[in-house]
DNA sequence: AGTGCGATTGACT
DNA sequence: GTCAATCGCACTA
């Protein structure tokens, strides 16, 4: 990496500071409504990939759709680390997805992310996702993945602390807050667990549950 | 050891 | 709008 690029790069990460675990709602759902807005980064080679969270979903104590909802086992075992752990798995064979662990050591439950507006590093998220367009980079828990290139092996990392991957400072208001039942998840009709930026083209799922 | 399936995506009609 | 890809894992035996 040039010398230009290391100072961009150092400027970057210095405008996202790690959110403290201290500053983190230990309540799943507050989690999930806290987290829109804020930033996702990641640190690649080639520079910081990141983006606005706009769009997350609370899979709370208890959830039968939660996946610790029938005990630690070794893949979610994340999902029982304090809070600001990640939780990284594989789903249908295809997409990662990713999600910050919730509540107190000892008690599974998370907080899916399901879409990033793009921020920095967009040429490099272009890369990564062989696609273009801004709208498609990151709308999708899959789709933001594989465009900050996180796979399995960064679960159980840290989230509150500078490293490949962490949750960043946004202190700007976010703008006004919608929340509406969760995607693809069936005998959910009743909870609102499901956050996202109201109006923002960078979220996922169907145009009703974006307004 | 075998089986069924999912917190999705991309390609296609 | 429909539909198949793809694989780790949880569950059953």
């Known amino acids: 990496m040039g010398r230009a690029n290391a100072l961009k790069r150092d400027r970057q990460r210095d405008g996202y500071p790690p959110l403290a675990r201290t500053e983190l709602p230990i309540d799943t759902a507050a989690l999930a409504r806290y987290l829109i807005g804020k930033i996702l980064a990641r640190e690649l080679p080639e520079g910081i990939a990141s983006g606005r969270i706009v769009e997350t979903e609370a899979y709370v104590v208890g959830d039968a759709a939660g996946h610790a909802y029938r005990g630690m086992t070794p893949r979610n075992r994340s999902l029982f680390l304090e809070r600001g752990h990640a939780y990284v798995y594989l789903a249908y064979g295809t997409a990662y997805m990713l999600n910050v662990s919730s509540e107190t050591a000892g008690i599974g439950a998370g907080v899916l992310i399901r ?3 793009p921020r920095d590093g967009i040429p490099i998220m272009q890369r990564n996702r062989n696609i273009t367009r801004l ?19 960064f679960d159980g990392l840290d989230l509150s602390r500078e490293g490949p991957l962490w949750l960043g400072r946004c202190d700007h208001d976010p ?16 909870s ?4 996202y930026l109201r109006g923002s083209p960078f979220v996922s799922g169907p145009i009703s549950l974006r307004l």
């Open 135 to 153: 709208r498609d980079l990151a709308r999708g828990p899959g789709r933001l993945t594989a465009a900050l290139r996180v796979d399995r092996r």
């Open 115 to 117: 879409a990033l507006e």
């Open 192 to 195: 609102r667990l499901r956050f």
């Open 175 to 190: 703008g006004e807050i919608g929340q509406s039942i969760r995607i693809g998840i069936a005998r959910d009709a009743d």
